[in-house]
């Protein structure tokens, strides 16, 4: 099976191909299935795949063809199957074929289905090509293709102002990120002589060079990571990114494109952990962003901003995980995540649907009675969100932080376990003023109704991976999930084997819970005896509410003052242009006039004053010519 | 082969003397399609052309007439004929159509022949030949202000092609001999290199163009009729980038080496100074122009460092630059055609042209360097190399990555995002034809750039011709 890896990416990319060349005039709505059936497909290789793997194929390399080879540049495209993209190619199709299910319910009335279909599976493709790619060239192929089709779909309905603006941002934060991939990217291999991660990992072992060197490809990397993966600074497009079909933010917004820059760091395991404080930076980078974008999460009235602000401090706790040494609760904890943030979005996009496409919480209210299906699924899935025992979230999450004070970073545990806090009261503020109380817009109320069968199955399916995804890392510290992993990120020496540490974890999971059922209390009292009108939490909060209702004002930083800054240059070379390359240029053509015109009285056409000049050119020729002869003017 | 691709364009330009009327653009497509094609044959097979000695032709002053071609050569006479081809395509509706095809059809030979040339003076002829269709072409058939343009045009490139000559003369006097096989054995005086190394740099980054040599180009591309812009971004500026690599490069290693610091600032300097200009366009032909600016002084970056690494980037990089920039130029047509003008900022064309917004968007990602195009591997190479050289020099050059994105992505907001305003048909079979295959080849090349990249390091065929 690991020879025909290849098929994995190539079901999606057949599906794109189909659908975007027939998909208008001929498929119509079977474009739909058509791409669910490809990466069925593909999740079946990639299931067989993952078995191989657990079997004893530790590693394989299966190539394709050669990309590039010029001097000592060569580049193949290869796949690298090892534990760790395996499980990550097992994730992203089975989640992508759950999504695509769904999608064919939620897109069904939009006159734009053909062109959903044929961009879902070209996404899928670009992000099947980023996993498997054994170098970071294809890597970069898939990682810019990723970041292609966020774009596309970002701005699905083009005709909105909104979606059109945020789908630019997005691109364009990107690639600023990209720029520090691509300089991470020819460092590396200016370094080591290749972009091949084995050969890269293979010679940090065996003769690590500078720190500075390696530090400078670290961080490379890691803006690279933090443009991707919505983090401090670069995270402010993907709460924007919203504006997309509900879909796209559950798989590519919450489920696999922004885990990516988890991923790189994961893969790159062997080069951060050499760098040294590089890898505390990553910690707390991700500490920070957890933190600060549950605060904003806090106070969001648009469902879906709500899950993007999560899904933003979510990502903090992976990269969080990654800056403490502990990669495999950062790989376990993207697992569960895609699991119950896909669930928490597909949830939310089942009330938009039902209710005619409203998002802001304001206006539902009480749609418990009228979508029970949805509402349990949610309640899941925020509890698992939540951390509460025994679902997916918890044993994940619980990883991490103790991983963090284990080894010893005890200030980003005590951040991690307040965000957790904060993390509970959003989700059960948000699931509360959708589900519960009284409904606040008679009209929506009447006119709700549960969703179509397609898309509660995946639904319920989501739901139950959210209760069990947490058990393959069960026991603690020592589970399946540790034992498939650990080949491939021990092999560099990272990870050192642990048994679990019973006593620990208990007092770990105890203040992590407590805090969690803290937050859930305090947002079921705040709540459940009717919503707090905003202007009175406004009163009582004084400054910080409003900080955090204008989100810090980061975007009036950045979409004003940084985009003026970029403008004013952009202005400044075009009047130098104007003025000084294209002025000149006038300029130079009034002067040769002027100079035109003086030198036309030199045309006496007086026969004398002619030879006088031909002679005194001539004497000036004969003196040159002499001059250089005698090396006279020779320097 | 080398003789081929000047006999097969001047034969179309023989023939649109005869009253053929409308049988004269069909002529020039094929003779347009016949040239790559006979180039991509004989490159397939390893090269044709019986080696044998040239032409003598103007024999006391020691020039022939050596025709032959390396691989960049054929890799570049390739994307010329399928560059004019699709613009003898895009040239409906011309007035007078024989003499527009008959001089359209000599910029061909000329053109070809500055690829071809194998002999300082053949090339220094054919460099300046195609100067006048170019010229005629524009003044005739261009737009608004298309005199005082040419004008602007013709004044720039022949001052720098008198510096040219001057470097000519006094290299073909010292070493006593004008053929490339001569010259690349000659070995220049170190210390004159850097004079003769800048004279022939005037002349041609002018024509490319490199900052601050470029107040010729948004106003030309914006004058000249559509079909002639295309082919002066596509083809001739590569005229330019061909003759650095292949005769400054060799033939003045030394004072390129000393140049270099220079010449490598001004093109980063260049290619982020290009992308900034291009965020400002509200022309789609103007827009183009500076996003050419910027991604020319790229290559001419690449061109510069010269290492291997950087040289093969440079021909990936050109032939993709000739071929989007050709989609490009037809798709903006096209737009132009259903809003009336070449300005954007309206918005609006997408829900009524969703193929025309999708082919147009793979070529202005393939524009701004989209891996899986065309426009990435030979980015990426030519960058790699610049760290290699410099890593300020590298980080500066890795920012047109985040301007280029700026530019391409407001262009296709600008187009066709945005409430659907006013009546527009899709994009037809016939403009399809043209740009259809322009966008394969791009994404060939950008899944495959070896099949280019490997070109570069193919070496020159013996010169074909008898004595």
């Known amino acids: 099976m690991i020879q025909n890896v290849w098929l994995i990416p190539a079901f999606p990319l057949a599906a794109f191909l189909i659908n975007a060349l027939f998909g208008r005039r001929w498929l119509k709505q079977w474009t739909g299935p058509l791409a669910a059936a490809a990466i069925a497909a593909s999740a079946v290789v990639a299931i067989g795949v993952f078995l191989e793997v657990h079997a004893g194929a530790l590693r394989t390399t299966v190539p394709l063809y050669t990309f590039i080879s010029v001097a000592d540049f060569h580049v193949d495209v290869a796949a ?122 293979d010679r940090v072992a065996k003769d690590p060079p500078a720190q500075g060197v390696l530090s400078l490809i670290c961080l490379a990397f890691f803006l690279g990571a933090t443009g991707k993966s919505a983090q401090l600074p670069l995270y402010s497009w993907l709460p924007d990114a919203m504006e997309g079909p509900t879909p796209v933010s559950a798989l590519i917004h919450a489920a696999t494109m922004v885990t990516a820059g988890v991923y790189l760091v994961a893969r790159s395991t062997p080069l951060f952990a050499a760098a040294g404080p590089v890898l505390a930076a990553v910690g707390g980078v991700g500490a920070l962003t957890a933190i600060f974008a549950a605060t904003i999460a806090l106070v969001q009235f648009d469902i879906k901003r709500v899950m993007a602000y999560s899904t933003v401090s979510q990502l903090g706790y992976m990269f969080l995980a990654l800056g403490v040494g502990a990669p495999i609760a950062a790989m376990f904890h993207l697992i569960t995540h895609a699991f119950f943030k896909a669930l928490l979005f597909l949830g939310s996009g089942s009330v938009i649907h039902g209710i005619g496409d409203v998002q802001d919480m304001r206006r539902m209210g009480g749609l418990r009675s009228k979508m029970p299906l949805t509402y349990w699924t949610m309640v899941i899935a925020g509890g698992a969100l939540a951390a509460l025992p025994p679902l997916a979230g918890f044993w994940s999450k619980d990883e991490i932080l103790g991983s963090a004070f284990k080894n010893g970073y005890p200030i980003l545990w005590v951040v991690g376990v307040f965000t957790g806090g904060l993390t509970a009261f959003y989700v059960t503020r948000a699931i509360w003023l959708t589900f519960h109380g009284q409904p606040r817009d008679r009209q929506l109320f009447e006119h709700a109704h549960e969703s179509p069968r397609v898309m509660t199955v995946p639904l319920l399916v989501l739901a139950a991976g959210s209760v069990l995804v947490g058990f393959i890392g069960f026991p603690p510290d ?69 900080v955090l209702v204008n989100k810090y004002y980061v975007d009036e930083l950045y979409d004003r003052r940084l985009v003026d800054v970029a403008k004013a240059f952009a202005g400044a070379a075009w009047a130098f242009d104007i003025h000084i390359i294209d002025g000149l240029v006038n300029r130079l053509g009034w002067a040769i006039k ?42 | 082969m080398a003789l081929d691709v000047l006999l097969i364009p001047l034969g179309v330009a023989l023939a649109c003397a005869l009253p053929i009327g409308g049988l004269a653009r069909p002529l020039a497509v094929l003779g347009g399609l016949l040239s790559a094609v006979t180039v991509a044959l004989a490159t397939w097979a390893g090269m ?29 006479l390739v994307l010329t004929g399928l560059s004019f ?32 040339a ?121 005229t330019a980038v061909y003759a650095i690599v292949r005769i400054c490069v060799p033939f003045f290693p ?17 290619a ?81 042209a969703p193929v025309l917004m999708s082919l147009f968007v793979i070529a202005v990602l393939a524009s701004i360097g989209m891996p899986g195009t065309s426009g990435a591997p030979g980015e990426l190479l030519i960058l790699a190399a610049a760290f290699g050289r410099s890593p300020g020099i590298g980080l500066l050059a890795a920012l047109v990555i985040v301007v280029s994105a700026v530019y391409g992505l407001g262009l296709i907001r600008g187009i066709f995002f945005g409430p659907s305003t006013g009546r527009a048909t899709d994009i037809g079979w016939r403009e399809r034809a043209l740009v259809i295959p322009l966008l394969v080849l791009v994404i060939a090349v950008g899944v495959a750039p070896r099949v280019v990249g490997d070109l570069a390091e193919r070496p020159a065929d013996a010169p074909v011709g008898a004595r």
């Open chain 2, 118 to 238: 194998r002999d300082l003076i053949l090339f220094f002829a054919c460099w300046e030949a195609l100067l006048a269709p170019l010229a005629l072409l524009m003044w005739h058939w261009g737009g608004a202000d298309r005199r005082a343009v040419t004008l602007r045009l013709l004044l720039y490139w022949m001052a720098g092609s008198a510096l040219l000559l001057t470097g000519i003369v006094a290299l073909g006097v010292g070493a006593r001999t004008f053929a490339f096989a001569d010259l690349s054995g000659y070995r220049l005086a170190e210390g004159s290199q850097v004079t003769l190394a800048l004279l022939f740099l005037a002349a041609f980054t002018v024509r490319l163009p490199l900052f601050p040599f470029h107040a010729w180009l948004s106003r030309a591309y914006v004058a000249a009729p559509l079909p002639v812009a295309l082919v002066l971004s596509s083809v001739i500026s590569k």
């Open chain 1, 478 to 546: 020592n589970g399946f999930l540790h034992a498939f992993l650990r080949p491939a990120i021990e092999a560099a020496g990272a990870v050192a084997e642990t048994g679990t540490d019973w006593p620990a974890f208990l007092i770990f999971a105890a203040i992590s819970t407590a805090v969690g059922v803290g937050g859930i209390l305090l947002g079921l009292s705040m709540y459940s005896r009717g919503r707090p009108e905003p202007a009175a939490m406004s009163r009582a909060a004084g400054p910080y509410y409003d």
């Open chain 2, 48 to 76: 044709g052309g019986a080696p044998a000695d040239a032409y003598v032709w103007a024999g006391p002053i020691g020039a022939r007439l050596a025709l032959g071609a390396d691989g960049s050569s054929a890799a570049f």
């Open chain 2, 272 to 352: 982020v100074y290009g992308g900034l200009l291009a965020t400002r366009q509200r022309d789609t032909r103007a827009l183009i122009a500076y996003a050419s600016l910027s991604q020319l002084s790229f290559i001419a970056l690449g061109a510069f460092i010269s290492t291997s690494d950087a040289l093969q980037g440079v021909l990936i990089a050109s032939v993709s630059h000739g071929l989007i920039v050709a989609a490009l130029f037809l798709l903006a047509a096209s737009v132009a055609r259903r809003v009336g003008s070449f300005e954007f900022g309206a918005g609006g064309l997408a829900s009524r």
């Open chain 1, 80 to 201: 690298l199957v090892d534990p760790l993209s395996s499980a990550m190619l097992l994730m992203v199709t089975v989640i992508s074929f759950l999504i695509h299910v769904y999608a064919i319910g939620y897109m069904a009335h939009d006159h734009g289905f053909w062109r959903f279909f044929s961009w879902f599976p070209l996404f899928v493709f670009a992000m099947l090509i980023l996993v498997l790619a054994d170098n970071y060239l294809v890597m970069f192929v898939g990682w810019e293709g990723v970041g292609l089709c966020s774009y596309l779909l970002i701005g699905f309905w083009f005709e909105r102002p909104e979606p059109a603006g945020a789908a630019k941002k997005a691109f364009v934060m990107n690639r600023i990120g990209d720029w520090g991939f691509t300089i991470g990217m020819i460092t590396t291999f200016l370094v080591f002589g290749s972009m091949n991660f084995v050969d890269v990992f």
């Open chain 2, 85 to 116: 081809a699709a613009g003898a395509a895009a040239s409906g509706g011309m007035r007078s159509p024989r003499a527009y095809f008959a001089l359209w059809s000599l910029l061909q030979a000329a053109v070809s022949g500055v690829f071809v």
């Open chain 1, 594 to 635: 002027l100079g035109g015109s003086g030198l036309r009285r030199a045309q006496t056409g007086i026969v004398g004053n002619y030879a006088l000049s031909i002679v005194a050119g001539l004497l000036l020729v004969m003196i040159v010519y002499g001059g250089y002869a005698t090396g006279w003017l020779h320097r």
């Open chain 2, 254 to 270: 030394r004072g390129i080496a000393d140049l270099a610091p220079y010449a490598i600032a001004i093109a980063t300097v260049g």
